[in-house]
């Protein structure tokens, strides 16, 4: 068992030091090659903060785990929503947000939705995951051009300039970090599923309450982190963006890619449970945004206990769901 904790333990720091060093050093990397900052925060940061979930994701189900792969992605949503946004809204109150964020809230609610609609069959298949694929390709495509045309709306170039911060003191620096960031979270991948795998079936807790719970925050870690740092700056599109755009990407590349690779299997908690209260959570922060002008303390400490309950309920129940 200290084994299997061990690993877990390893396999988070992994992951996170390897998403990272993935981002930082693929940014440093694109402003090199003159690469804007708009496609940068779009595309690089977009999939560079979602690396752990896409690798713990395969990982998982390539090892006969498909429910770990599924509660990573349902999981990671909920997590960015209740928990990173709670948290966020509790160190800074979120406000001023423009209407690019309120356009990708949206959106992503819109692919949760898609979810939902998903995870109604038995299994998602290689044909649904491609179609996830193909619409992300749309997604990128006209949130690019969207982007440029609105000159008030820079949710992703600001993404990009939170990841500008630390400056490389050589040029070699990047390519190595990005790199050493790739092959972290490849083996923080493997470390955290075998890890999680064998805790969960050596105290009879399903694998989709091990993929919902700690792999799910686990893989969240890039996110949470750069949610704090923003708070603490002020930077309310950073944190919004960084959350809306990990959740569409979630659903679209990780588990679109995942089905690709293997089809992944549907347990029934995912249609009564987790992807409800995962479509609630993509109305709640939709609504927020349409609504209010601030998202204050007050909705970060009930996002936060929401979360706590969720993650009781999820434990409490696990055994029989």
């Given at each position: 068992?200290?084994?299997?904790?061990?690993?877990?333990?390893?396999?988070?720091?992994?992951?996170?030091v390897?998403g990272?060093?993935?981002?930082?050093?693929?940014?440093?990397?694109?402003?090199?090659?003159?690469?804007?900052?708009?496609?940068?925060?779009?595309?690089?940061?977009?999939?560079?903060?979602?690396?752990?979930?896409?690798?713990?994701?395969?990982?998982?189900?390539?090892?006969?785990?498909?429910?770990?792969?599924?509660?990573n992605?349902?999981?990671?949503?909920i997590?960015?929503?209740?928990?990173?946004?709670?948290v966020?809204?509790?160190?800074?109150?979120?406000?001023?947000?423009d209407?690019?964020?309120?356009?990708?809230?949206?959106?992503?609610?819109?692919?949760?939705?898609?979810?939902?609609?998903?995870?109604?069959?038995?299994v998602?298949?290689?044909?649904?995951?491609?179609?996830?694929?193909?619409?992300?390709?749309?997604?990128?495509?006209?949130?690019?051009?969207?982007?440029r045309r609105?000159?008030?709306?820079?949710?992703?170039?600001?993404?990009?300039?939170?990841?500008?911060?630390?400056?490389?003191?050589?040029?070699?620096?990047?390519?190595?970090?990005?790199?050493?960031?790739?092959?972290?979270?490849?083996?923080?991948?493997?470390?955290?599923?075998?890890?999680?795998v064998?805790?969960a079936?050596?105290?009879?807790?399903?694998?989709?309450?091990?993929?919902?719970?700690?792999?799910?925050?686990?893989t969240?870690?890039?996110?949470?982190?750069?949610?704090?740092?923003?708070?603490?700056?002020?930077?309310?599109?950073?944190?919004?963006?960084?959350?809306?755009?990990?959740?569409?990407?979630?659903?679209?590349?990780?588990?679109?890619?995942?089905?690709?690779?293997?089809?992944?299997?549907?347990?029934?908690?995912?249609?009564?449970?987790?992807?409800?209260?995962?479509?609630?959570?993509?109305?709640?922060?939709?609504a927020?945004?349409?609504?209010?002008?601030?998202?204050?303390?007050?909705?970060?400490?009930?996002?936060?206990?929401?979360?706590?309950?969720?993650?009781?309920?999820?434990?409490?129940?696990?055994?029989?769901?």
């Open positions: 068992m200290l084994h299997d904790l061990l690993l877990v333990a390893a396999g988070l720091v992994l992951l996170f390897g990272e060093g993935l981002v930082r050093g693929s940014v440093a990397i694109a402003e090199r090659l003159g690469i804007s900052k708009l496609l940068i925060g779009l595309v690089i940061v977009g999939f560079g903060t979602s690396t752990p979930e896409l690798m713990v994701s395969v990982n998982a189900a390539i090892d006969g785990a498909p429910e770990i792969a599924l509660g992605v349902v999981g990671s949503n997590a960015n929503i209740l928990l990173i946004v709670g966020a809204a509790v160190i800074a109150p979120i406000m001023g947000w209407r690019t964020a309120v356009r990708e809230a949206m959106v992503a609610t819109l692919v949760a939705f898609a979810a939902f609609a998903l995870v109604q069959g038995a998602i298949t290689r044909i649904e995951g491609i179609a996830m694929l193909a619409v992300l390709v749309g997604y990128l495509f006209s949130s690019y051009w969207l982007e609105d000159r008030k709306g820079r949710s992703f170039q600001h993404e990009a300039e939170e990841f500008e911060d630390v400056r490389l003191a050589r040029p070699w620096l990047a390519p190595v970090l990005a790199i050493a960031g790739i092959a972290a979270l490849v083996f923080g991948a493997d470390m955290l599923v075998d890890g999680a064998n805790i079936r050596g105290y009879g807790v399903p694998d989709a309450v091990i993929g919902l719970s700690l792999v799910a925050i686990g969240s870690l890039p996110e949470l982190a750069t949610a704090i740092v923003a708070a603490i700056r002020r930077h309310s599109d950073v944190v919004l963006g960084n959350v809306i755009g990990s959740n569409i990407f979630n659903i679209l590349a990780i588990l679109g890619v995942t089905a690709v690779i293997q089809p992944i299997e549907v347990s029934a908690r995912f249609r009564d449970i987790d992807t409800l209260i995962m479509l609630g959570a993509s109305l709640l922060l939709l927020l945004l349409f609504a209010t002008r601030s998202i204050g303390k007050p909705w970060g400490i009930a996002m936060l206990v929401a979360y706590a309950l969720y993650m009781a309920v999820l434990f409490s129940n696990g055994s029989v769901a």
